[in-house]
């Protein structure tokens, strides 16, 4: 079965700092890849996908994520961390034959000033 | 292009009431979801559905029904409101195709006394 584990409920780093998000996922055959972002009382957004292209992605608001097949993981990194970051950010895989993604708990990003 | 659209932003029940929460999208997307949103938790999928007349469980569906007769719309019912339904309501929908972004609505928050 499919499975998510982003590791680190917080992260905190200060502004200015890089930002690195952690997430490792199970699955047997190719996946697509989705890292989403929920500001405070927001709906969630998409902030970057994996589908089988390149495996450097860039995303919204200077976000990137690299999909390792060989560590099943999809790290999500910004070079320069700003306080409009401050937010949890979810990780989320699916396959072909689903249709539902499967969820990380989610990692909740503090930025110090 | 309003997008996915929830309503009410904001309901208080008492303990054994009901009410429905409402999901409307204008997009044409024949997948839409219902999701619960706990408090430092991440997203629980209640039910799915991938075109009107035809809805499925998903991983938390009980005290909960929906239903889908259009395409835009895809209400979900509580019946008997318990505290344990206390949480943070998402619809979200899509189109077809297991690489395509979930887009999200802003959610309704829930408060069973």
């Known amino acids: 079965a499919q499975s998510v584990t982003q590791l680190g409920s917080h992260v905190s780093v200060s502004e200015g700092a890089l930002v690195l998000l952690r997430c490792n996922y199970s699955?047997?055959?190719?996946?697509?890849l989705f890292w989403y972002v929920q500001y405070p009382n927001q709906g969630l957004q998409l902030l970057l996908k994996?589908?089988?292209?390149a495996t450097l992605v860039k995303g919204i608001n200077g976000f990137e994520a690299e999909f390792k097949k060989s560590e099943t993981s999809f790290h999500l990194t910004k070079p320069s961390a700003h306080m409009s970051d401050a937010a949890e950010y979810f990780c989320?895989?699916?396959?072909?034959?689903?249709?539902?993604?499967?969820w990380g708990a989610g990692t909740k990003l503090i930025i110090k000033p | 292009n309003a997008g996915v659209t929830q309503t009410p932003k904001f309901r208080i029940l008492k303990i054994g009431q009901s009410m429905t929460l409402q999901c409307t999208q204008d997009?044409?997307?024949?997948?839409m979801y219902w999701y619960r949103q706990d408090p430092g938790m991440g997203l629980k999928l209640i039910y799915y559905s991938v075109g009107a007349g035809i809805t499925d469980k998903g991983e938390v569906p009980n005290g909960y029904n929906v239903s889908r007769s259009t395409t835009e719309d895809f209400p979900l019912r509580l019946e008997l409101a318990a505290p344990s339904q206390t949480s943070v309501y998402f619809c979200?929908?899509?189109?077809?195709?297991?690489?395509?972004?979930?887009?999200f609505g802003p959610g309704t928050r829930l408060l069973v006394l």
């Open positions: 989320a895989v699916s396959e072909d034959s689903n249709y539902q993604l499967i």
């Open positions: 979200a929908s899509r189109i077809q195709g297991a690489w395509e972004t979930q887009y």
């Open positions: 997009m044409n997307h024949n997948y």
């Open positions: 699955s047997s055959v190719p996946p697509y």
């Open positions: 994996y589908t089988s292209a």
